[in-house]
């Protein structure tokens, strides 16, 4: 005997939120992720040299592209990244005082939304040599990852949006970030299906408020596919 339609209707609503559900529930000790990913591609050793470097070539990058009337949507979606990854060493590094490069890019930005380009690439041009020469030094502790971060947005070491953190867990007496990298995620604030988990020494990043960053350039999909890109 076949269901009649409203049977198959609720059938098909009850498998369409197990699936969420699930998709959704919290990743646990037993849960795999992804191969341990370990290269880097920032010259510098520490996180937050890597960031500085990361983020002095991003505003690089927006101030070359401000220069040519056509390059005006590559320019932004640098001066985007830069924001994001300045805002982190402004959440995690207050210590920075004076080398803090939050207030050169909103100044840029705010040029650049003032219809003044060439104010706002000389900005950035100076906000990336005060970085670059000399860099910032450590002068205070770098705010880790913790268990509370889960659900934050990962960027990589341009300020680049990579994915979420899904848990921070130990592992052979080490702190590991498992993020969730591509698919579809957090869509409408309930659905989250089809990601890529990712595990990354948690030592590597640098943790904001609401966002962490990762002290590589690799971007979501080269995290997906260690392997086919090779050394990230």
């Given at each position: 005997?076949?269901?009649?339609?409203?049977?198959?209707?609720?059938?098909?609503?009850?498998?369409?939120?197990?699936?969420?559900?699930?998709?959704?529930?919290?990743?646990?000790?037993?849960?795999?992720?992804?191969?341990?990913?370990?290269?880097?591609?920032?010259?510098?050793?520490?996180?937050?040299?890597?960031?500085?470097?990361?983020?002095?070539?991003?505003?690089?990058?927006?101030?070359?592209?401000?220069?040519?009337?056509?390059?005006?949507?590559?320019?932004?979606?640098?001066?985007?990244?830069?924001?994001?990854?300045?805002?982190?060493?402004?959440?995690?590094?207050?210590?920075?005082?004076?080398?803090d490069p939050l207030p050169a890019v909103e100044a840029?930005?705010?040029?650049?939304?003032?219809?003044?380009?060439?104010?706002?690439?000389?900005?950035?041009?100076?906000?990336?040599?005060?970085?670059?020469?000399?860099?910032?030094?450590?002068?205070?502790?770098?705010?880790?990852?913790?268990?509370?971060?889960?659900?934050?947005?990962?960027?990589?070491?341009?300020?680049?949006?990579?994915?979420?953190?899904?848990?921070?867990?130990?592992?052979?007496?080490?702190?590991?970030?498992?993020?969730?990298?591509?698919?579809?995620?957090?869509?409408?604030?309930?659905?989250?299906?089809?990601?890529?988990?990712?595990?990354?020494?948690?030592?590597?990043?640098?943790?904001?408020?609401?966002?962490?960053?990762?002290?590589?350039?690799?971007?979501?999909?080269?995290?997906?596919?260690?392997?086919?890109?090779?050394?990230?």
């Amino acid at each position: 005997m076949s269901m009649t339609p409203s049977i198959r209707q609720t059938t098909a609503h009850i498998a369409a939120v197990m699936i969420v559900v699930a998709s959704a529930a919290p990743i646990t000790a037993q849960q795999s992720a992804a191969p341990l990913v370990q290269s880097a591609d920032p010259t510098s050793s520490s996180p937050l040299g890597a960031l500085v470097e990361g983020l002095a070539g991003r505003m690089n990058e927006s101030a070359r592209a401000l220069q040519v009337d056509d390059e005006r949507m590559r320019a932004t979606t640098a001066l985007d990244d830069s924001r994001r990854l300045a805002r982190v060493l402004h959440e995690a590094a207050p210590w920075l005082g004076s080398d803090d490069p939050l207030p050169a890019v909103e100044a840029a930005r705010h040029a650049l939304q003032n219809g003044d380009p060439p104010t706002a690439a000389q900005i950035l041009r100076e906000a990336s040599k005060a970085l670059q020469d000399p860099r910032p030094a450590a002068r205070g502790p770098i705010q880790p990852l913790v268990e509370n971060d889960t659900g934050i947005q990962v960027i990589n070491g341009k300020g680049q949006k990579i994915g979420k953190l899904a848990a921070v867990r130990e592992h052979n007496g080490e702190a590991q970030a498992v993020l969730k990298v591509g698919g579809v995620v957090d869509l409408f604030g309930f659905l989250d299906l089809a990601n890529t988990l990712v595990t990354v020494p948690a030592r590597e990043f640098v943790a904001g408020k609401r966002t962490a960053a990762l002290a590589r350039y690799a971007t979501a999909e080269q995290l997906q596919s260690p392997f086919r890109h090779g050394n990230l």
